[in-house]
């Protein structure tokens, strides 16, 4: 199954350089919700409660809709002190927006976090932003950010990736700086043209790892992961292991799964490969743990799943 309505990517960005300011427009112009109306029905639905935890557990990450294609944006955290935790998130997605400040270039402080996404062969888009500033130096830009990534390895793909100017603060993007930007479609055309969908298989027993943790006093714990396989329903039980450490297992129940929605968590009924999810119910539930059908046997190793050729042995 490859979910071409679904696009996962990261922002990689040094503080300042305009990645709020960018993802608010993009969530401005990026449409709304598909299923806006039963959105809606759902929620008036719901007591008070539930509906302050739909919107009071929001973290940093978001989506935006464009073109009938749903595009998670999962915040990075900045700095290599996070080691472990960088890579979790970015297991999460299938490509990076590389933003760049076009007069400040390439700072050292993202270089850890690009070089991990790198690792995990992720394809890049480089975003040069604030072009609007009249201090850009957009060519030089550019080369900084070629050598950084021959330093750092790249692929010949990654070597070739794409980049898009934009004015995150004019809501503007365009792929040569002398065409004016009308708006943020060359951006938005680029995640879905560059970036791969995810694909998995949506009938084999459901797998997700916990990339991260949240917290919410009404629900308690949250496990925010991605479905690397099989399908997984709101209520439903599953087996909570951790592959590095056999010991580990225990069966949980899912009480409330939510997907993200613009700036919101929305209560969602089933969720299938390549969705990103948060899940409460699981009291201890830590990141790296894996929750997987209730009768697998053990969980598959990351590296197993993510090539879709390796025959699944459940
Ligand atoms: P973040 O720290 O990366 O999230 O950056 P922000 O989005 O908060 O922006 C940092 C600063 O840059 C703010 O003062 C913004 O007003 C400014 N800024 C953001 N986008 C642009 C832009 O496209 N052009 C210019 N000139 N300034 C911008």
């Known amino acids: 199954m490859i979910r071409k309505d679904l696009r996962n990517i990261a922002i990689v960005a040094h503080v300042d350089h305009g990645k709020t300011t960018l993802v608010d427009e993009m969530l401005k112009q990026g449409g709304a919700f598909r299923e806006n109306q039963v959105v809606e029905d759902r929620v008036m639905d719901n007591n ?6 739909g919107i009071t557990i929001l973290a940093k990450n978001t989506s935006a809709f464009y073109e009938g ?29 590389l933003l760049v400040d076009s007069f400040e270039g390439c700072m050292p402080q993202t270089r850890f976090v690009l070089q991990k996404a790198m690792e995990l062969g992720h394809k890049i888009i480089v975003v040069v932003n604030k072009i609007d500033r009249p201090d850009a130096r ?18 010949e793909e990654q070597l ?25 479609r060359p951006l938005f055309d680029k995640i879905l043209e560059h970036i791969d969908p995810p694909a998995g298989e949506e009938e084999s ?24 396989r099989g399908t ?23 009480v409330n799964m939510y997907e993200i929605n613009g700036l919101n968590r929305i209560a969602c009924e089933t969720a299938t490969v390549g969705d990103i999810i948060c899940i409460s119910g699981i009291e201890n539930i830590t990141i ?16 197993k799943i993510s090539q879709p050729t ?3 042995t459940f």
Not at 207 to 214: E, F, G, L, N, P
Not at 235 to 254: A, F, L, R, S, W
């Open 138 to 155: 957009l060519y030089e830009i550019e080369d900084e950010v070629l050598e950084l990534l021959m330093d750092l390895n790249a692929t």
């Open 310 to 312: 390796v025959q699944m």
């Open 205 to 228: 027993p459901f797998q997700m790892m916990v990339s991260a943790i949240d917290y919410n006093e009404y629900v308690g714990r949250i496990a925010i992961g991605r479905v690397t």
């Open 232 to 254: 997984v329903k709101q209520g439903q039980e599953v087996m909570v292991c951790d592959y590095h450490n056999p010991d580990t297992k225990y069966k949980g129940k899912i």
């Open 288 to 303: 790296g743990e894996t929750l997987c059908a209730p009768d697998a046997l053990e969980p598959l190793p990351f590296s």
């Open 48 to 53: 008070d409660l539930e509906r302050e935890r």
């Open 160 to 184: 070739d990736s794409p980049v898009v100017y934009c004015s995150g603060r004019a809501g503007t993007a365009t792929y040569a700086p002398e065409v004016p930007g009308k708006d943020l």
């Open 69 to 97: 294609v749903k595009i998670n944006i999962i915040d990075t955290p900045g700095h290599a002190d996070f080691g472990g935790e960088v890579e979790r998130v970015l297991k999460m997605v299938d490509g990076i927006l």
